[in-house]
């Protein structure tokens, strides 16, 4: 079965239009290091479980960056918006991991 990831953006002190389109990742696309990575980030944070918002705790503003990440498992999707700041680390990785392998694809042709 097919993962398929969805990042974007808002917000932020600098925040630029750009960042703001999804940019997306398919796991089997990804060395199978990175992909096994991002497979024990969505296990190990129950990213299926979570609610529809995460964080922003005790951090007032508009200016919070906020990450939309969708996961499509097969016909299981689930879409969770990170507000920062993000306190759990296991969900900062996760963010982390998710920012990098869809900046390395940015270029790669991926048409989300």
């Known amino acids: 079965m097919s993962t ?9 002190l600098a925040a630029f239009p750009g ?3 999804p940019r997306s990742v398919e796991l089997d696309a990804l060395p199978a290091e990175e992909a096994r990575a991002l497979e024990e980030g969505l296990r190990d944070t129950r990213f299926h479980e979570l609610p529809r918002v ?3 705790a005790g ?18 999707r689930h879409t969770v918006e990170l507000v920062e700041p993000v ?6 990785e996760l963010l982390s991991l998710v920012k990098r ?6 270029g790669g042709g991926d048409s989300n």
């Not at 398929?4 to 932020?12: F, N, P, V």
């Not at 939309?68 to 498992?73: A, G, K, N, P, Q």
């Not at 306190?87 to 900062?92: A, K, Q, S």
């Not at 392998?101 to 940015?106: G, L, S």
Request: proline share 4%.
């Open 4 to 12: 398929r990831i969805a990042l974007s953006q808002e917000g932020g």
């Open 19 to 21: 960042l703001a389109r």
């Open 54 to 56: 995460v964080g922003g």
């Open 59 to 76: 951090a007032p503003g508009a200016d919070r960056r906020r990450y939309t990440l969708t996961v499509e498992e097969g016909t299981r």
């Open 87 to 92: 306190e759990d680390p296991r969900l900062r």
């Open 101 to 106: 392998a869809t900046r390395k694809r940015r």
